[in-house]
């Protein structure tokens, strides 16, 4: 009896660790990062000129910080919890606009403000050596349906996309 017990625990064990070492881990993201101005599309606001990410399983906080048109400068924090919606900043209760982020292979998928005239998706990605990080933003303006997959984003809709690379210190 305790024979087929044990076996039993191996053959478990055996088939929760094959599937966990199928996956591959997820990109973190957590780090100081300017803009490539040179790869990028047009400057937004929003993605900043530099960023500082910190991620934990459940949620990505960022900042983007730029200098405005009058030379002062700005920061716009955010929160992006993982597979539930929630306010961009300023805790659940927040009157924010909603955001959620999904894992789609190794691209973070997020939605921002579904439904509304300023709905927007963006792709995350790293490069394969960690050194720079691409956002692409598609404004996809008051559709408040929408799959957290990159193949289902129609074609029509076209994309910004921004590059990041690793800052040394902030600035």
Not at 64 to 69: L, N
């Amino acid at each position: 009896m305790a024979a087929a017990w044990l076996v039993t625990v191996f053959l478990c064990g055996s088939v929760v660790g094959t599937g966990a070492e199928g996956q591959q881990p997820r990109p973190d993201f957590t780090g100081e990062w300017r803009m490539d101005v040179a790869r990028s599309a047009r400057r937004l606001a929003f993605h900043g000129d530099y960023l500082r990410i910190v991620q934990s399983p459940t949620i990505i906080t960022f900042t983007a910080t730029w200098v405005d048109e009058l030379g002062r400068t700005q920061r716009l924090p955010w929160d992006l919890r993982i597979d539930r919606w929630g306010p961009r900043r300023g805790g659940d209760q927040s009157r924010q606009p909603l955001v959620q982020a999904r894992w789609d292979g190794q691209k973070l998928i997020v939605i921002k403000a579904p439904g509304t005239g300023y709905s927007a998706v963006w792709i995350w990605s790293l490069s394969d050596d960690g050194s720079e990080l691409s956002i692409e933003s598609i404004n996809i303006g008051g559709l408040d349906q929408w799959a957290f997959k990159e193949a289902a984003i129609p074609r029509a809709f076209g994309r910004l996309r921004h590059v990041f690379t690793r800052a040394a210190s902030r600035p």
